[in-house]
Structures are given as C-alpha cells and as structure tokens.
C-alpha cells in the first residue's frame, strides 16, 4: 500500500533552516509528482510545493518562494523540502502527498515550529 513518511521536523529560530524528508513506498515513486503540504495551527491546509516525477519542474507557494527548495532523489524514493530564512508564518504541521490512480494519498505530517 502507498506510504509516505515525513521526518526532519523540529523547533527552529526565525532565520534558521530546517531539511524535511518524505519517504515513499508501495507505489512506483519516480512515475508521480510529489505535493508538499503545510496546516497552520487554526488554520487550512495549504500548498507550498510541487515536485514533477522527474524533478525536473518544480512550483512554490508565493509566501515561500526563494526560501524553500523541494527535491527527489527517485533511487531513493524520497523527496525533499529545504526550507531557509525560516519566519514564524512558516510554523506548522508540514504533510506531503501524491496522487496515485486519482487516490490522494498523505503521510502523519512533521510538526515545524519557529520560535525565539
């Protein structure tokens, strides 16, 4: 069954950066485009970044773009979020998620915080 595993959440300072990990299985991961995720406290869920089977396209939420970089390493089945010059705004549970024969699918999330 598809799994996806994110990891590399944690407290950070504003300025500082944080790597998330998504981990993939149970689908053929270099077919799909990879979709991070992000949900505030109190807040929707929202796009912050897109990842093309590939990698060689990528799209960025406007509140992230020049800060964030997402990229895959398919001999991996993993995708990546490198987020840098980290604002409080950024704070949040971070999720990602692909798209497999029209079914949604998500991992348990990574909780960001950005704090003093």
């Known amino acids: 069954q598809v799994q996806l595993v994110e990891s590399g959440g944690g407290l950070v300072q504003p300025g500082g950066s944080l790597r998330l990990s998504c981990a993939a299985s149970?689908?053929?991961?270099?077919?799909?485009?990879v979709n991070w995720y992000r949900q505030p406290p109190g807040k929707e869920r929202e796009l912050v970044a897109v990842v093309t089977s590939t990698g060689g396209d990528t799209n960025y939420a406007d509140s992230v773009k020049g800060r964030f970089t997402v990229s895959r390493d398919n001999t991996k089945n993993t995708v990546y979020l490198q987020m840098t010059s980290l604002k409080p705004d950024d704070a949040a549970v971070y999720y990602c998620n692909v798209k497999v024969y029209g079914q949604s699918y998500w991992g348990q999330g990574t909780q960001v915080t950005v704090s003093s």
């Open positions: 149970g689908f053929t991961f270099w077919l799909y485009s």
